[in-house]
């Protein structure tokens, strides 16, 4: 059964405390992503990587911090330094990264974490 | 930069009616444009997806158009129904020479039983 999981579903981080969300996919897939979705807003970029051992900042990085150690994992870690981090976070994986040279593709996305401050 | 717009932010439409969203995109380049749907609570997902080397694509009760002149693709659903009350996403994969997807903005779409 292939996919991609996020955990935990709700996390929650107390003032000054980094947290770090899981993601891990069996897919196969290249690439992955990290987005961060406000209420009633669209996706934004956090961090993106193409190819194990390699990410790049996306439109928010500010806060963040990514690995890429393995392919199939993509931890992201919220940091103190992100002053307002409430926010639905999706991991999203596709197949085509830097490692075929070709364009992106489909993305398919986790179930999202829900990261709430104390 | 590149940049996919979409329009309208918010539908409501009776049920059984039918929902047209359009997005615009930017890079001449891109062949390839998925549309995404989230449910409330969970992440998006591929509902449904055209390239260029056609004009339109159907599966059931919804279906792309795509007008590479113009650089705009529509998602059309008909006979719609509660259950497609859902954000959508147009995508442009292509943008920013290929290694990160452009996301419209959305669209909430209320389906009044």
């Known amino acids: 059964d292939g996919g991609i999981t996020q955990s935990p579903k709700y996390l929650f981080r107390k003032e000054g405390q980094n947290v770090t969300l899981s993601c891990e996919q069996n897919?196969?897939?290249?690439?992955m992503y990290w987005y961060r979705q406000d209420p009633g807003q669209g996706l934004r970029l956090i961090y993106y990587s193409q190819i194990v051992n390699d990410f790049q900042k996306g439109d928010i990085a500010e806060g963040y911090s990514v690995s890429r150690e393995k392919k199939e994992s993509f931890p992201l870690t919220v940091t103190s330094a992100q002053k307002n981090p409430t926010a639905f976070y999706l991991c999203?994986?596709?197949?085509?990264?830097?490692?075929?040279?070709?364009?992106?593709?489909?993305?398919?996305f986790g179930p999202g974490t829900r990261l709430l401050v104390l | 930069g590149e940049n996919v717009e979409q329009h309208p932010s918010t539908l409501s439409v009776q049920e059984g009616d039918s929902a047209v969203i359009k997005c615009t995109y930017s890079?001449?380049?891109?062949?390839?444009f998925p549309w995404y749907k989230q449910e409330l609570g969970k992440g998006p997902q591929l509902i449904i997806d055209i390239r260029s080397n056609v004009g339109e694509k159907k599966d059931q009760r919804i279906a792309v158009t795509l007008n590479k002149t113009a650089k705009h693709f529509s998602l059309h659903i008909t006979e719609t129904q509660p259950e497609d009350s859902a954000v959508y996403f147009c995508?442009?994969?292509?943008?920013?020479?290929?290694?990160?997807?452009?996301f419209g903005a959305g669209t909430r779409l209320f389906v009044k039983a």
């Open positions: 995508a442009d994969p292509g943008a920013t020479g290929g290694f990160k997807t452009i």
């Open positions: 890079d001449s380049a891109s062949n390839y």
């Open positions: 897919l196969n897939h290249d690439a």
């Open positions: 999203a994986s596709s197949i085509f990264g830097r490692s075929s040279g070709t364009r992106q593709e489909t993305q398919y």
